[in-house]
């Protein structure tokens, strides 16, 4: 097991691909971290377990930013450890810029949380959609990686968040009440951004064999009425140091990297950095100033 993860960190901190300007290549794009949306139809999936996860091992690799967006229930400092200081309600009163939200969590990650019972609601207006893209729009050029931590359910506010970013990542289990909020999230992104093949990871399961049954029972519902599936990345296997470790403040990949699911999550963050090679870099916060009705001016 300790070999495996090994391999598995030394495939995430080899260097990243040279890239090469084309002629249509957006030059800033290489200064823009690549974004990455952890989302799940379903709660209790373990997406944001995931999520952290993947903010320690990608800071390995570059620098990186993890954005909770769960704006009614957030709990990503919880599992990072860390005291959210401002409230994301400074924010959204116009008090704070979102830079002066950021909480450093380890060198190479910063967090940006939502804090203790910051909001009473889950919906923003467009306004403050608004003011986020401009806040992610200036922030982004300062970091490798943006990982956005999207709460449960496909509200407009999450549909837009994940429709704007570079890859997205589906978290499910395979108990048929999350496949089918899973299946429903993937067709309402379909309509809010046709052609995205989101990438799927299943969670707490038993086998290999397991996990990719999920994936066939996904595919067979989603190619017959959307015409095309979810890929799949990767599977965790259930472990029981995930579950002991819920009230701790440490991702299992620092606090116990040879563990199965830990050395799961590394080969995942691998497939992840692969996968954002593999895409463009358009910017979350660019792309979202232009799905919120506003288009940065041309530099």
């Known amino acids: 097991m300790r070999s495996l ?8 901190r080899a260097p990243p691909p040279a890239t090469f300007d084309g002629e249509a290549e957006d030059r800033y794009a290489r200064l823009r971290a690549g974004s990455i ?4 139809g379903k709660g209790g999936t373990g997406k944001s377990v995931v999520c952290a996860a993947l903010g320690s091992l990608l800071s390995q690799r570059g620098r990186t930013l993890l954005l909770d967006a769960d704006f009614g229930m957030g709990n990503a400092h919880l599992l990072q450890g860390v005291d959210p200081g401002r409230s994301f309600a400074d924010f959204l009163r116009g008090e704070i810029g979102l830079e002066g939200l950021l909480v450093p969590r380890r060198p190479g990650l910063d967090l940006i949380p939502v804090g203790h019972g910051a909001l009473d609601r889950t919906e923003l207006s467009t306004f403050e959609m608004h003011r986020i893209a401009t806040g992610l729009e200036r922030l ?3 970091y490798e990686h943006l990982l956005v931590d999207l709460p449960a359910g496909a509200s407009d506010q999450t549909l837009a968040l994940a429709a704007a970013s570079d890859v997205v990542l589906l978290v499910t289990n395979h108990e048929n009440t999350a496949l089918m909020d899973t299946y ?28 990719r049954d999920t994936q066939r029972r996904l595919a067979s519902v989603s190619e ?10 990767g599977w965790i296997p259930e472990d029981p ?17 040879a563990s199965p699911a830990a050395v799961a999550l590394t080969e995942l963050a691998a497939r992840v950095s ?23 001016r041309s530099r």
Not at 37 to 40: E, F, L, N, R, V
Not at 241 to 247: N, S
């Open 37 to 40: 949306c952890i989302a799940g």
């Open 184 to 211: 429903a999230f993937y067709k309402l992104l379909s309509h809010r951004r046709p052609g995205v093949r989101p990438l799927l990871v299943v969670n707490r399961v038993e086998s290999a064999e397991l996990a």
């Open 274 to 296: 692969d996968a954002l090679g593999g895409s463009g870099r358009a910017g979350l916060g660019r792309t979202l100033l232009r799905r919120v009705g506003y288009s940065p």
């Open 140 to 142: 982004e050029t300062g």
């Open 5 to 12: 993860a090994r391999e598995a960190l030394r495939r995430l």
């Open 241 to 257: 140091r995930v579950r002991c470790g819920l009230t701790m403040t440490t991702p299992i990949v620092e606090r116990e990297p």
């Open 224 to 233: 017959r009425y959307l015409g095309h599936s979810l890929r799949m990345l």
